[in-house]
């Protein structure tokens, strides 16, 4: 294998650069291609069938543009596409998303937790296993809650707006009532809504973003599998959109994605 091959992430939209800041963090000398599906975006009220068809096309182009190991950097596509990706593409490496219910639980103090998620996610069999393992099984109250409208708010750069903390109050409002005192991001987006959700939760309270274990997750791999790149090796990013380049452009610039500059964006 030539280990200067990519990296490549996909996302319906920009929530998967708040995992590319992460493996950018940890790889600097890797090359990655960021695919941001914008013209299906927002994932999370698809039909799981339709969705997982239209992953399977979009890691499609990042397999067939080299990459070494394709990160699924998108809850509701992980819970219904990824068991897919690895039949389809056996000899590729696709690590994926889960919502953080093991370290929320392991940190609560009040046996309390809540978990942000897309519609997809919050009744996948996967977000549902972990709730019974770390919730129930270990006395762990797990409170799961769907902020709709907050992908697109994220999407136009308003995860930090007054729209955005009316939306997210009377759910973080109730959780508070409960005693939740740590929070999953259960959506690659809802890091870009860090802030407002900080703010309403009260310093107690703990956020917890699933995005520095799945860059650890990648580096373990490509480790384990000998592919890292050399040390010291350029690396960089390219970006693809289904969408508008040009607004796709103006978003990463907007959310200040390290080492992006003047992104060059291609259609695929």
């Avoid at 009040?110 to 549902?128: C, D, F, K, M, P």
């Avoid at 860090?194 to 860059?215: F, Y």
Wanted: some cysteine; overall charge positive.
């Amino acid at each position: 294998m030539d280990n200067r091959r990519p990296i490549g992430v996909l996302d319906s939209g920009v929530g998967g650069l708040s995992v590319l800041r992460h493996l950018r963090l940890l790889l600097p000398a890797e090359a990655m291609l960021y695919a941001a599906d914008a013209a299906w975006c927002p994932y999370g009220p698809r039909p799981a069938a339709m969705l997982r068809g239209r992953v399977r096309e979009v890691a499609g182009v990042l397999v067939g543009r080299g990459a070494k190991l394709v990160v699924v950097a998108c809850n509701s596509a992980s819970t219904v596409a990824l068991a897919d990706l690895r039949r389809r593409w056996p000899d590729v490496p696709f690590v994926g998303m889960e919502p953080a219910v093991k370290p929320a639980a392991i940190r609560t103090r009040s046996r309390a937790v809540g978990v942000l998620a897309t519609a997809t996610t919050a009744a996948g069999e996967a977000l549902a296993a972990l709730v019974a393992r770390y919730g129930a099984a270990q006395g762990v109250d797990v409170h799961v809650a769907v902020p709709h409208g907050l992908v697109e708010l994220v999407e136009r750069g308003e995860g930090e707006s007054p729209a955005a903390v009316a939306l997210l109050a009377p759910l973080i409002a109730a959780w508070r009532a409960a005693g939740v005192d740590a929070i999953v991001l259960g959506c690659t987006h809802f890091p870009f809504a860090r802030g407002s959700i900080e703010r309403l939760a009260g310093p107690a309270v703990t956020v917890v973003d699933p995005g520095p274990a799945v860059a650890r997750q990648a580096a373990r791999v490509l480790a384990g599998t000998g592919a890292l790149a050399p040390a010291g090796a350029a690396g960089g990013t390219a970006y693809l959109t289904s969408g508008d380049p040009a607004a796709f452009a103006l978003a990463l610039r907007r959310l200040a994605t390290p080492g992006a500059g003047a992104p060059a964006v291609l259609a695929f």
